[in-house]
């Protein structure tokens, strides 16, 4: 006898469930004939969900394909869903084979059709797309960039075409998570999720099926159970953990209903502390720093909540007084308690569980992990012959992990979450701070913050919804732990340029400027100079500190005693002296350059509060298109046109103002050089250029600003006794105009930097037209992102070569006198997008940092009258070896001090105006050993604009042979004969230049006869020679710049004589060498600082 005749009721449980297997394969495959699936053995209480597979997107390179239609007769894939999620969130798959039932492209009997040729963008893109899809990258990226050049928008017209948002909103709604048809489920018919767990109200926990067919099933007495008791159980399981309560509805259909059903226990969850809704903080609870919070915090907390309540009329009797600490938190308890209801059935819908899925909350059995990734290109190596160049990705993460008493743990850095998330205790933070404990393996949490986080409240947003305030969360963490002068005085207050590489957007490091300090400091920096470890607290450098402290002091005293009334040489300088705003000392107001900038401090303070607010007046006469249709290059264009066509404007006025007539002068000028940049042939412009510009700082210097009365004797052509005795009225024509001169008759003087900027405005169209550097799309950036390096690299557009831009960016107002210079694809870039270095924060500190320089020049003039001395021609052979010696160090300062002040007033004044131009000097005169990085840090823009137009079109340097020793040599004194006439004609400057030519050449064999590889067994030795190759250095930068912009030559070698004329005078100079020696031993040492920070200013 059969087991199925000896057990019937087995027998008709098998005919039920084939019964409900042929119902569901009915459903779908409804053209499918019967099943001739051999069933299994199968309990009611777990049945297997048996759907098709859903089709995987189709790659990116090529476009989808239509799904093929199902086959007769066949099988259908099965496919178990694994439910992990607590919400029962249905997920979407992508990455299943693609069933397909013709053949396919390369299979025997296909045949492929030869398409036309493209003619739209989009025809481009797509054959650009088959071309990467078979390997053939360069025809691709060649393909792609004619598509972007007829349509900068064709790769969303591709998206749209293949991968439209229709096809995603299928794919979910026929996804994974259907519920299987029941064998009481009309065929084709389809079961709501609420009416599909409605029909397991009915049903019992099923025991699990014997494992032996035939024999009893195992007991189950959870199934014997009351559903009173089940529920308590179910609760307290998911106090205990919601995910494994909710993981209970897997198990079968009777606990699913109860999971999904059972309001008390979701009810519970919510109104309980462990998961729900009370244990959420809307309000601070701890400090930043974990402390308790005191009364202080208490009463104002009470002061805002007063504030934020108060009525209309002001009454004050509403104010209430602060709580303690025990009552605050009853009533933030019958506050939160009172909020989940009355949200309960006003947003979501009287349902519990809907609450707990959608409403905000907090989780504390983790952290939280956000991973950005950034693309920054790389710089292609110079012998390699790839096209293109090399990008790097960058990922840096943040880690937040909130704990329940209302604290956190954030910490921002570069490892990996298997090397972190481990380590996100109160413990590992406690353990690390202040840097200790490197040696262990949680030292990660060194740069780890100190938290609280609460949720938003109604007050915090007023007039939003209840739903949209919810969703914000509220973080605070300490700060960096530097005081104010210590962030005041970092570079990166100073500029960007110093912190962030040249081919780095400075947007995409924002939020990295933490990142991962620790690593910063203990690996060297790829491709520089080796990091080595602090020796600030050595033994070594606590005799340097003595030192200083003894020697600066005292140099200041020798100065300052030179400088006293009671000095029997006071008198023969007094009367370069004038009264001073400190009581009982006179200033130093010798120096003609010092004294116009501070004469005009009030007026140009004015121009800076002026000149940005004309310019909004400006934007709001002109403003900017508001259409919601332009592409972000049309916006950017716009942007561009509105803020040239102020600078033209305001440049003519500006003009007029400084220049009177003579600006008429300066526009002929400007026409002509813009006639030979965009009117003559290609090959010409450069020449041309600068034969032009060279010619028109000779004529400056010889015709003395050319005045309308010598150009009218000129034309009128009458004789020295006319024009005494009866001059022409051509003659007083042109005196009448230059009595007209505006606040600077002598235009000239300052010409030199417009002469730069024609330079630039000349060579960057000439490099524009002859393809010297690819648009942003061909180089796949973002334009409104650029690196300084691609601001300045990539041209501008032809449409930019305008006269009105050439006058904008020649005669712009903040940067016309002085500079910082900025070449004109730069100042185009930074026209069409605002600069995301420029920041409110960083100006209002770089403000404070330029009055602070002002000051400090008010008080060594008011106390070392060094200029005045120098000015009355004195008797050098009266001062002693140390004071001739210390005067002509503070004077070389205070021309350090006279040309930072303006340079730093007019760059504040283009930050104001959204315009970032880089800082000229990067270190104090007295924080240079190296000729070759003095000048890299000397004004700087003048430096990198002598790199660009000059030194590198020249071939640059290089000392690997003979030959290329001499012609790096002629490159040297070529483009220091220009800086040097650049700066004026004179005997002296052109000494000055050629002599810094040859004080480079003995550092420069230094470092080949001493190459550093071969002294990395004796770093210590090998620092200092490098110490004593500074101090020779460091004596010839000061004689070379006393010779060209102090004393002269003449002057010099009076000054050398009078220090060696005796004994004391060898001794006083043995002993400064030795103070300048522990200085640069210092200098090495700050610069070792900034590579542990991960900054390489090479200078």
Same mark, same amino acid.
């Given at each position: 006898?059969?087991?199925?005749?000896?057990n019937?009721?087995?027998?008709?449980?098998?005919?039920?469930?084939?019964?409900?297997?042929?119902?569901?394969?009915?459903i779908?495959?409804?053209?499918a004939?019967?099943?001739?699936?051999r069933?299994?053995?199968?309990?009611?209480?777990?049945?297997?969900?048996?759907?098709?597979?859903?089709?995987?997107?189709?790659?990116?390179?090529?476009?989808?394909?239509?799904?093929?239609?199902?086959?007769?007769?066949?099988?259908?894939?099965?496919?178990?869903?694994?439910?992990?999620?607590?919400?029962?969130?249905?997920?979407?798959?992508?990455?299943?084979?693609?069933?397909?039932?013709?053949?396919?492209?390369?299979?025997? *009997?296909?045949?492929?059709?030869?398409?036309?040729?493209?003619?739209?963008?989009?025809?481009?893109?797509?054959?650009?797309?088959?071309?990467?899809?078979?390997?053939?990258?360069?025809?691709?990226?060649?393909?792609y960039?004619?598509?972007?050049r007829?349509?900068?928008?064709?790769?969303?017209?591709?998206?749209?075409?293949?991968?439209?948002?229709?096809?995603?909103?299928?794919?979910?709604?026929?996804?994974?998570?259907?519920?299987?048809?029941?064998?009481?489920?009309?065929?084709?018919?389809?079961q709501?999720?609420?009416?599909?767990?409605?029909?397991?109200?009915?049903?019992?926990?099923?025991?699990?099926?014997?494992?032996?067919?035939?024999?009893?099933?195992?007991?189950?007495?959870?199934?014997?159970?009351?559903?009173?008791?089940?529920?308590?159980?179910?609760?307290? %399981?998911? +106090?205990?953990?919601?995910?494994?309560?909710?993981?209970?509805?897997?198990v079968?259909?009777?606990?699913?209903f109860?999971?999904?059903?059972?309001?008390?226990?979701?009810?519970?969850?919510?109104?309980?502390?462990?998961?729900?809704?009370?244990?959420?903080?809307?309000?601070?609870?701890?400090?930043?720093?974990?402390?308790?919070?005191?009364?202080?915090?208490?009463?104002?907390e009470?002061?805002?909540?007063a504030?934020?309540?108060?009525?209309?009329?002001?009454?004050?009797?509403?104010?209430?007084?602060?709580?303690?600490?025990?009552?605050?938190?009853e009533?933030?308890?019958?506050?939160?308690?009172?909020?989940? +209801?009355?949200?309960?059935?006003?947003?979501?819908?009287?349902?519990?569980?809907?609450?707990?899925r959608?409403?905000?909350?907090?989780?504390?059995?983790?952290?939280?992990?956000s &991973?950005?990734?950034?693309?920054?290109?790389?710089?292609?190596?110079?012998?390699?012959?790839?096209?293109?160049?090399? =990008?790097?990705?960058?990922?840096?993460?943040r880690?937040?992990?909130?704990?329940?008493?209302?604290?956190?743990?954030?910490?921002?850095t570069?490892?990996?979450?298997?090397?972190?998330?481990?380590?996100?205790?109160?413990?590992?933070?406690?353990?690390?701070?202040?840097?200790?404990?490197?040696?262990?393996?949680?030292?990660?949490?060194q740069?780890?913050?100190?938290?609280?986080?609460?949720?938003?409240?109604?007050?915090?947003?007023?007039?939003?919804?209840?739903?949209e305030?919810?969703?914000?969360?509220?973080?605070?963490?300490?700060?960096?732990g530097?005081?104010?002068?210590?962030?005041?005085?970092?570079?990166? &207050?100073?500029?960007?340029?110093?912190?962030?590489?040249?081919? %780095?957007?400075y947007?995409?490091? %924002?939020?990295?400027?933490?990142?991962?300090?620790?690593?910063?400091q203990?690996s060297?920096?790829?491709?520089?100079?080796?990091?080595?470890?602090?020796?600030?607290r050595?033994?070594?450098?606590?005799?340097?500190?003595?030192?200083?402290?003894?020697?600066?002091?005292t140099?200041?005293?020798?100065?300052?005693?030179?400088?006293r009334?009671?000095?029997?040489?006071?008198?023969?300088?007094?009367?370069?002296?004038?009264?001073?705003?400190?009581?009982?000392?006179?200033?130093?107001?010798s120096?003609?350059?010092?004294?116009t900038?501070?004469?005009?401090?009030?007026?140009?303070?004015?121009?800076?509060?002026?000149?940005?607010?004309?310019?909004?007046?400006?934007?709001?006469?002109?403003?900017?298109?508001?259409?919601?249709?332009?592409?972000?290059?049309?916006?950017?264009?716009?942007?561009?046109?509105?803020?040239?066509?102020?600078?033209?404007?305001?440049?003519?006025?500006? +003009?007029?103002?400084?220049?009177?007539?003579?600006?008429?002068?300066?526009?002929?000028?400007?026409?002509?050089?813009?006639?030979?940049?965009?009117?003559?042939?290609?090959?010409?412009?450069?020449?041309?250029?600068?034969?032009?510009?060279?010619?028109?700082?000779?004529?400056?210097?010889?015709g003395?600003?050319?005045?309308?009365?010598?150009?009218?004797?000129?034309?009128?052509?009458?004789?020295?006794?006319?024009?005494?005795?009866?001059?022409?009225?051509?003659?007083?024509?042109?005196?009448? +105009?230059?009595?007209?001169g505006?606040?600077?008759?002598?235009?000239?003087?300052?010409?030199?930097?417009?002469? =730069?900027r024609?330079?630039?405005?000349?060579?960057?169209?000439?490099?524009?037209?002859?393809?010297?550097?690819?648009?942003?799309?061909?180089?796949?950036?973002?334009?409104?992102?650029?690196?300084?390096?691609?601001?300045?690299?990539?041209?501008?557009?032809?449409?930019?070569?305008?006269?009105?831009n050439?006058?904008?960016?020649?005669?712009?107002a903040?940067?016309?006198?002085?500079?910082?210079i900025?070449?004109?694809?730069?100042?185009?870039?930074q026209?069409?997008y605002?600069?995301?270095?420029?920041?409110?924060?960083?100006?209002?500190?770089?403000?404070?940092?330029?009055?602070?320089?002002?000051? %400090?020049?008010?008080?060594?003039?008011?106390?070392?009258?060094?200029?005045?001395i120098?000015?009355?021609?004195?008797e050098?052979?009266?001062?002693?070896?140390?004071?001739?010696?210390?005067?002509?160090?503070?004077?070389?300062h205070?021309?350090?001090?006279k040309?930072?002040?303006?340079?730093?007033f007019?760059?504040?004044?283009?930050?104001?105006?959204?315009?970032?131009?880089?800082?000229?000097?990067?270190?104090?005169?007295?924080?240079?050993?190296? &000729?070759?990085?003095?000048?890299?840090?000397?004004?700087?823009?003048?430096?990198?604009?002598?790199?660009?137009?000059?030194?590198?079109?020249?071939?640059g340097?290089?000392?690997?042979? &003979?030959?290329?020793?001499?012609?790096?040599?002629?490159?040297?004194?070529?483009?220091?004969?220009?800086?040097?006439?650049?700066?004026?004609?004179?005997?002296?400057?052109?000494?000055?230049?050629?002599?810094?030519?040859?004080?480079?050449?003995?550092?420069?064999?230094?470092?080949?006869?001493?190459?550093?590889?071969?002294?990395?067994?004796?770093p210590?030795?090998?620092?200092?020679l490098?110490?004593?190759?500074?101090?020779?250095n460091?004596?010839?930068?000061?004689?070379?710049?006393?010779?060209?912009?102090?004393?002269?030559?003449?002057? =010099?070698k009076?000054?050398? *004589?009078?220090?060696?004329?005796?004994?004391?005078?060898?001794?006083?100079?043995?002993?400064?060498?030795?103070?300048?020696?522990? *200085?640069?031993?210092?200098?090495?040492?700050?610069?070792q600082?900034?590579?542990?920070?991960?900054?390489?200013?090479?200078?």
């Open positions: 006898m059969s087991s199925a005749d000896s019937p009721e087995l027998e008709s449980f098998r005919e039920q469930w084939k019964a409900e297997v042929q119902s569901r394969h009915t779908q495959h409804p053209e004939g019967p099943s001739t699936t069933p299994h053995r199968q309990s009611q209480s777990q049945p297997q969900a048996q759907a098709a597979a859903p089709a995987r997107r189709a790659p990116l390179t090529e476009p989808p394909r239509q799904p093929a239609a199902p086959e007769p007769n066949k099988k259908s894939k099965v496919r178990r869903e694994e439910e992990e999620d607590e919400d029962y969130v249905p997920t979407v798959t992508f990455d299943e084979p693609v069933e397909t039932t013709g053949p396919t492209l390369g299979e025997p *009997g296909t045949t492929v059709s030869t398409k036309p040729d493209p003619v739209t963008a989009l025809e481009y893109y797509e054959k650009a797309v088959e071309r990467e899809a078979a390997g053939n990258h360069g025809d691709s990226v060649t393909l960039r004619k598509a972007f007829m349509d900068d928008r064709v790769d969303q017209k591709y998206k749209n075409k293949y991968f439209p948002q229709a096809a995603y909103k299928t794919a979910s709604a026929t996804g994974s998570g259907a519920a299987p048809a029941t064998a009481s489920q009309k065929p084709g018919q389809r709501s999720m609420k009416e599909l767990i409605t029909s397991f109200s009915a049903l019992s926990i099923e025991p699990a099926p014997p494992e032996i067919e035939g024999t009893p099933q195992p007991p189950c007495p959870i199934a014997e159970i009351p559903d009173e008791i089940l529920v308590h159980i179910l609760r307290d %399981v998911s +106090l205990l953990d919601v995910g494994d309560f909710v993981r209970l509805a897997r079968c259909k009777r606990l699913a109860l999971v999904v059903t059972e309001d008390r226990i979701w009810r519970r969850i919510c109104l309980g502390t462990e998961f729900g809704f009370n244990g959420m903080h809307y309000n601070w609870q701890r400090q930043i720093t974990w402390e308790p919070l005191t009364d202080e915090d208490l009463v104002q009470a002061e805002k909540a504030a934020s309540a108060e009525s209309p009329d002001g009454d004050e009797d509403s104010i209430l007084p602060p709580l303690t600490l025990e009552e605050r938190a009533q933030q308890d019958a506050e939160k308690t009172t909020n989940t +209801l009355s949200l309960y059935k006003s947003l979501y819908s009287s349902s519990w569980l809907r609450m707990f959608l409403r905000p909350r907090i989780r504390f059995n983790g952290c939280y992990i &991973t950005v990734n950034y693309v920054r290109s790389g710089a292609a190596n110079s012998n390699s012959i790839s096209w293109n160049t090399p =990008l790097h990705i960058v990922t840096y993460y880690y937040l992990r909130f704990f329940r008493d209302g604290t956190c743990i954030s910490l921002l570069t490892a990996e979450p298997i090397n972190v998330v481990h380590h996100m205790t109160r413990e590992a933070v406690a353990l690390h701070r202040g840097g200790a404990a490197t040696h262990l393996p949680s030292t990660v949490m740069t780890a913050l100190k938290g609280r986080w609460r949720l938003a409240k109604p007050v915090d947003n007023l007039g939003a919804s209840l739903s305030v919810e969703g914000n969360l509220i973080v605070e963490t300490e700060g960096d530097r005081c104010f002068l210590e962030r005041l005085y970092d570079l990166d &207050t100073l500029d960007t340029r110093f912190t962030t590489p040249s081919n %780095v957007p947007r995409a490091i %924002v939020d990295s400027r933490e990142v991962d300090k620790r690593e910063k203990l060297p920096l790829r491709g520089g100079p080796t990091v080595e470890k602090s020796r600030w050595t033994p070594e450098f606590l005799l340097y500190w003595v030192v200083l402290l003894v020697a600066v002091p140099m200041f005293w020798v100065a300052y005693d030179v400088s009334p009671s000095d029997p040489r006071y008198e023969r300088y007094e009367r370069w002296l004038s009264p001073g705003w400190i009581p009982g000392r006179k200033i130093d107001n120096d003609a350059q010092y004294r900038f501070r004469k005009n401090m009030p007026a140009m303070a004015a121009l800076l509060v002026f000149h940005p607010l004309l310019r909004r007046v400006w934007n709001a006469i002109r403003p900017l298109p508001n259409n919601s249709r332009d592409t972000a290059a049309e916006v950017a264009d716009a942007r561009s046109r509105q803020r040239t066509s102020f600078d033209f404007a305001f440049a003519i006025l500006f +003009l007029v103002i400084l220049h009177g007539f003579s600006a008429a002068k300066i526009l002929v000028i400007l026409a002509i050089n813009y006639r030979i940049g965009t009117g003559l042939p290609r090959k010409y412009i450069p020449a041309a250029t600068w034969i032009f510009n060279i010619c028109t700082l000779f004529a400056n210097e010889i003395k600003g050319y005045s309308y009365r010598n150009i009218a004797i000129l034309f009128a052509g009458e004789s020295a006794r006319d024009i005494v005795s009866d001059p022409s009225s051509l003659v007083r024509l042109g005196e009448w +105009l230059d009595s007209y505006g606040i600077m008759r002598r235009w000239e003087v300052l010409f030199n930097i417009t002469v =730069l024609l330079v630039s405005f000349n060579l960057d169209y000439y490099w524009s037209i002859g393809g010297r550097s690819a648009s942003p799309i061909e180089k796949q950036l973002d334009p409104a992102n650029l690196s300084e390096r691609d601001r300045i690299a990539i041209p501008a557009s032809p449409n930019d070569f305008t006269f009105r050439l006058v904008g960016y020649a005669i712009y903040p940067l016309y006198l002085t500079g910082p900025i070449t004109f694809n730069d100042y185009i870039s026209s069409r605002r600069p995301a270095t420029i920041e409110s924060s960083r100006t209002w500190k770089y403000a404070l940092r330029f009055v602070l320089v002002l000051l %400090v020049m008010e008080l060594v003039l008011h106390y070392d009258y060094i200029g005045a120098a000015k009355s021609r004195p050098w052979s009266t001062y002693t070896a140390a004071q001739l010696s210390l005067l002509s160090y503070f004077n070389l205070i021309i350090w001090l040309l930072l002040l303006p340079w730093r007019f760059r504040l004044w283009a930050l104001t105006d959204g315009i970032d131009p880089p800082e000229n000097m990067l270190r104090c005169v007295s924080n240079n050993y190296s &000729t070759l990085s003095f000048w890299r840090g000397w004004h700087r823009s003048y430096y990198r604009w002598l790199l660009r137009y000059i030194y590198i079109p020249l071939g340097t290089s000392f690997r042979t &003979t030959l290329d020793a001499i012609r790096s040599v002629i490159t040297y004194l070529v483009v220091f004969t220009f800086v040097a006439l650049w700066h004026d004609i004179k005997l002296n400057l052109l000494i000055w230049g050629w002599l810094i030519v040859i004080f480079f050449l003995p550092e420069i064999a230094a470092s080949y006869a001493f190459p550093k590889k071969k002294w990395e067994n004796r210590g030795t090998y620092r200092v490098c110490g004593l190759g500074g101090v020779l460091v004596l010839m930068m000061m004689a070379a710049n006393m010779v060209g912009f102090a004393f002269g030559f003449d002057g =010099l009076e000054i050398v *004589g009078g220090i060696f004329r005796d004994y004391s005078g060898f001794t006083f100079f043995i002993t400064a060498c030795c103070c300048l020696f522990v *200085g640069i031993q210092i200098m090495f040492e700050i610069r600082s900034e590579l542990r920070k991960g900054i390489n200013m090479k200078c």
